[in-house]
Structure formats: C-alpha cells, structure tokens
T-cell receptor
Framework: GENVEQHPSTLSVQEGDSAVIKCTYS??????FPWYKQELGKRPQLIID?????GEKKDQRIAVTLNKTAKHFSLHITETQPEDSAVYFC?????????????FGSGTQLTVLP | KAGVTQTPRYLIKTRGQQVTLSCSPI?????VSWYQQTPGQGLQFLFE???????NKGNFPGRFSGRQFSNSRSEMNVSTLELGDSALYLC?????????????FGPGTRLTVL
C-alpha cells in the first residue's frame, strides 16, 4: 500500500540551532501534507500543513517545503527552544482503492538540549 | 469552544471481549476520524465519518467498526479483542474533513487488553 517514510527517528540539537525532518511519500496523487507535534502524554497538534500546489510555507520559526517531483517534504524549525522537544509526525493523504487515508510517518523524537 | 472529548479515558478488557469508545467533536464539526497509536506501528488511520456516513476507511479488519450520530458524536467498536489491540485510540474532528481543514485531536482512550 501507499506509505510515508520519515527520517531521522531521533534528532538532538542544541538550543538555538535548526532542526530538519524529512519525509517521502509514494502516492503521486497525494495533495495534502500536515505535520503534527505530540508532546509526551499529550494529544497530537497540527503545527503546519502544505498543499501540493505550494512549494513552501512558513509560520514564524517553522517552515515546510514540498518537492512534488521527488515526492518528499521537510519540516524546518529554526532557533529551536526546549519547548520544541516532542515527537513530530509527518502525514500525507493517500489512496486506498476509492477511499482516502491519512498515512503517518513513523515519527521523529526531537530533543532540544539547553 | 470546548475541545474534542473522549470517553472513557482508560479501559481494561480481556481477550475476546468487545469495547465501545466514544468521541464528542468540537461543536459545528461534522467530520470525525479515528486513529490507533501504538509504539510499534505508530499512528494508523482507522476510518472517517462525515454526516453519519463512513467516508473513508483504513486497513483494519472488520472487527473495527464505527458509527456517527446526528449530533456528530461518534463511537468506535472493537469486537473479539486481541492482545494486539492494546493501544491509544485517538479521535479527531474537523469542519469538513482531514484534507480540507485543521483536525483537532481528543486526549485519547488508553485500551489495555489482557
């Protein structure tokens, strides 16, 4: 079936540095790519999303880039802070027959070291 | 506005039993999606309901079913429980669907199957 691969699985950065998480997808018809942040013991929260008609989107310290040709998209966090420490999931809408699914990557545990 | 709520928050069942989980979406939201989260498989899409109809479905066996009521509240049922069904079950609501607008997750129901 369609899948979404996410790398790296763990990432440690110093406070103030940038963090980049990458995802690839296989369904060429995928047109929506959200990113979720899940802090320990809490629910996932949407932090940013991008649609296939846009190459880049930015919201303060967070940006997402999309390369449709290569079928990959990336999350960029600049000037990282300790409160950015969490698990980050990428996702893509994929097709399963006539139905659509939201398929998630396996997650990246980001640790921001003070 | 009240957020997405799920009941119960914790549940312990034994193999072979069945279970029903409930999700109350944000007022005005008509789409409710269900997800299973486990350490091994990550976040997996179960199904989506919109206006009382199952609109999309993931790759789970028929033991997993759901329904949505006229007030958009949704229930998920798992029959003949297996040990592998132990997981955090999350629901998420949105105005029109997971690809169209922001999904808001509930706190989840932690199901343990003994």
């Amino acid at each position: 079936g369609e899948n979404v691969e996410q790398h790296p699985s763990t990432l440690s950065v110093q406070e103030g540095d940038s963090a980049v998480i990458k995802c690839t997808y296989s369904d060429s018809a995928s047109n929506y790519f959200p990113w979720y942040k899940q802090e320990l013991g809490k629910r996932p929260q949407l932090i940013i999303d991008i649609r296939s008609n846009v190459g880049e989107k930015k919201d303060q310290r967070i940006a997402v880039t999309l390369n449709k040709t290569a079928k990959h998209f990336s999350l960029h966090i600049t000037e990282t802070q300790p409160e950015d420490s969490a698990v980050y999931f990428c996702a893509a809408i994929t097709r399963g027959g006539s139905a659509r699914q939201l398929t998630f990557g396996s997650g990246t545990q980001l640790t921001v070291l003070p | 506005k009240a957020g997405v709520t799920q009941t119960p928050r914790y549940l312990i069942k034994t193999r072979g039993q069945q279970v029903t989980l409930s999700c109350s979406p944000i007022s005005g939201h008509r789409s409710v999606s269900w997800y299973q989260q486990t350490p091994g498989q990550g976040l997996q899409f179960l199904f989506e309901y919109f206006s009382e109809t199952q609109r999309n479905k993931g790759n789970f066996p028929g033991r997993f079913s759901g329904r949505q009521f006229s007030n958009s509240r949704s229930e998920m049922n798992v029959s003949t429980l297996e040990l592998g069904d132990s997981a955090l079950y999350l629901c998420a609501s949105s105005l029109t669907g997971f690809g169209a607008d922001t999904q808001y997750f509930g706190p989840g129901t932690r199901l343990t199957v003994l």
